[in-house]
């Protein structure tokens, strides 16, 4: 049996495709086929050379549009078979039409809990909104920003004004939930349908 592969988009520092990498390790059925950062000083993708995962600097200011951008990032998913386009910290707006393509095959993880705190600042705007949680959601990607079907969400209650301390716990979630939800819907045990998520 062929193994699940997945490809994983960054942009930045990596840590939650290592925490995916460490995961699906020593797993036979899931594999971390590539790795594509848009930029080139991204330190996740030395955390890819070091276990071995083929990786990729494409350098979207080159193109002329978003659309033929898209056309490389296709290319390279199509090169590597990827089954599953997980969205670890990229920092690009993907166009309706790479959306469409890969729709019920491509997630992201976004540090609160959707739809409260959709875009940056998430921290910053949970301690200013003096919420009670906070959190991280793992969602299939629509045309909506942050905006599409939850897959699973984890919360934790706040108890510090730290930025860096929110942070940090919301890091520590983000590197359980990412790795299970993967898992799940490599196993066919998650998936996106009519808009929905099911789960078996
Ligand atoms: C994570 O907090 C994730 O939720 C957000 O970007 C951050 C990426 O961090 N989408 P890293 O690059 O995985 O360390």
Redesign the pocket.
């Given at each position: 049996m062929s193994s699940f592969k997945v490809a994983v988009l960054?942009s930045?520092?990596?840590?939650?495709?290592q925490a995916i990498i460490d995961s699906f390790k020593t797993n036979k059925l899931i594999e971390v086929c590539c790795v594509i950062s848009n930029r080139q000083n991204a330190f996740?993708l030395e955390r890819a050379s070091k276990a071995g995962i083929r990786n990729y600097f494409i350098d979207h200011s080159k193109f002329v549009s978003r659309e033929e951008f898209e056309k490389e990032l296709i290319q390279v998913l199509e090169k590597h078979n990827a089954d599953l386009i997980v969205?670890?910290?990229f920092m690009r707006i993907l166009s309706n039409v790479f959306v469409d393509k890969y729709i019920g095959k491509l997630v992201?993880?976004?540090?609160s809990l959707l739809p409260k705190h959709k875009g940056l600042d998430t921290h910053r705007k949970v301690l200013d909104g003096n919420d009670k949680y906070h959190g991280?959601t793992v969602h299939f990607v629509d045309n909506t920003l942050d905006g599409g079907p939850i897959c699973a969400q984890s919360k934790f209650e706040v108890q510090t004004q730290n930025i860096e301390e929110l942070e940090k716990k919301?890091?520590e979630l983000?590197y359980a939930i990412y790795p299970k939800v993967i898992k799940e819907i490599a196993q066919g045990k998650m998936y996106l349908s009519e808009g929905k998520v099911i789960k078996k």
């Open positions: 960054i930045g520092n990596g840590s939650n495709l996740g969205l670890a910290g992201n993880i976004h540090p991280v919301v890091h983000e």
